[in-house]
């Protein structure tokens, strides 16, 4: 019992905020995308580069905004890439998110290089140039734009008809071709947005693979929570439990060796997909253009 | 065929003019990649140590790809693989020459097996997405090679992250006639192993019935299912055996070279291994010839990474994934709007509409 009340305490309900923030974003990112009919392996790379580009806006201009706009910038210009190949030239969307971030892992030490002189990350932000708290309300506040648009407004259901039947979009007069070009930009937005909490936010500068596969938990999290904006909320914060248990634990002896702990979350989203809580049924478009 | 090169020559200046933003001149780069993988036999060696691995994950990734599933997880696979070599080789140190390498390279290729096993099943059974169970496998891996070979058999006479040396009898230097040619580099006898997988894999995709089935499930399904395949057991199967086949990565860097496992050995041999598929068309003879430019071009980059101000080794992921994104967009071009506008492609009385 004395572990289980060192665990949830206060700070440890912030410090899940804290690491549920990155992955709200990214997975309502990849709800944009996948709801569309578009398979999202990217996330990872669009995170990075969100990351990165935040990190050296903030350092550039000292403000934390300008570096989140920034960062969000740079995971639309990443999604826009990925949209050229996935949606004109109709590659497979597998291959080209895999791609998009194998692009964004050799980018990143690339421009490290030649803005900073380091090889993969930027120098340390000072405390002004850095969020205490702000994008965790984002987070929630997009969160909660998002649980309106899907539900209740035309855009929610043109976003899911573009995954579900995109013939009937097309006879009601819309463009899916369009429609998923704007989905897929937002979805880079958020998920840049996503990379810039972790450089911002969460830690004090970009380093290389700072993501460590939140944007495939992200995606598990999506698939988790049912392609739906609430439960993948939800599964966010379940996600994001395991991971502040997680980091907990490693400063209490529990005689786990702390790779074990690091593998958790890993093993966790593992059984989630698996649906030993429950299946989930994608869109019936997905993947198909 | 002809669209994967034309994706690979526009890759390749799309990439190389990308390093005139950093100052470099192209060319220059150009000669610098060239000359890192052929200039001397050491270079070659060195260049043709990678294609060795590189052709197991190509093969890998290859083989799941025929099968109709994405396995991106031939990183992991190839990590447990070499982690089960390494172990066996530090645990039991007295086994005997002949028996040694076979022994640590079966446990290896099982365990790699192992890791392709559990996104296989989970696939066909669960219907959990291959993609992102693989990715997390590799993360798992990770911690499982960094706990194994820090906490269990850490080598305590080095400052680096790495495990003890393997017993003397698993070396493969005694048979290696590889080696003798490429003095001083890793390259060793796997590189023949590494050959030989392919024309086995060849045969078996194209010449058996068990290849048949196994390629008839990856293209349809239903159709398949409806001719008496099982597809669900094919794809559980597939993974399994592209999971050994990164395996085999064990035999080329931990017996055939180092002796040792050392932690980040692998400059992401399993996701070049993808680029090294694609541009294959995941044909395993074609992995062959994908993978040694991929191997020219990992050495490459390591050269350009000394040789010049602004460029560093991580250089090559840039290239590969532009290779992957130009090829896999190459291949899926629609050309008919060319032939729509070359007027004497058109043969009197056919219209457009024909040709759709």
Known sequence: MQILSEIFSFYFLLSLLRGATPLIFASMAGLFSERSGLVQIGLEGMMLMGALFAAAGALATHSPWMGFILGGGAGLIAAAIYGFFAIELKSD??????ALNLLAIGFAPFVTKILYDS??????????????FEPILIALLVSGVIYYLYHRSQLGI?????????????????SVRSWRWIFILVCGFLAGLGGASLSLFLASSYSPMMTAGRGFIALAALIFGKWKPLPTLMACLFFATIEAIQIRLQGVDTGIPVPWMQALPYVITIVALAGFFGRSQAPKALGKI | MIRSLIGLFVGLAISLSIVAFAGENPFSVFMILIRSAFGS??????????????IFTGLSVSLAFQAGLFNIGAEGQLTVAALAAAATGVLLPEVPSPWAPLLATTLGISAGALWGFIPGWLKSRRGSHEVIVTMMMNFIAAALASYVVLDLIKNPESQNP?????????LLKDYDFVQKFFVDSPANLSLILALALSVLIYFFLYKTIWGYELRASGQNEVASEMAGISSKRWKTLAMTIAGALAGFVCVNEILGSSGRYKIGFSPEYGFVGI??????????LGVIASAFLFGALQKGASDLDIETATITKDFARIIQAILIFSVAGATLIDFSW????CFFWKKKGVTDANFE
Do not use: N
């Open chain 2, 275 to 284: 680029a090294v598929a694609l541009l294959a068309r995941s044909h395993p």
């Open chain 1, 93 to 98: 969307q597998v291959v080209t998110g895999t």
């Open chain 1, 119 to 132: 090889t993969g990350s930027t120098p340390g932000l000072d405390l002004s140039s850095r969020f205490s």
């Open chain 2, 338 to 341: 060319i032939r729509q506008k």
């Open chain 2, 41 to 54: 036999p050491y270079d070659l060696g060195l260049a043709l140590f990678y294609t060795t691995s590189l």
């Open chain 1, 158 to 174: 043109v976003l899911q008809f573009c995954g579900e039947e995109p013939a009937a979009v097309e006879t009601a007069g819309y």
């Open chain 2, 162 to 170: 790495e495990s003890k040396i393997l017993g003397p009898g698993y």
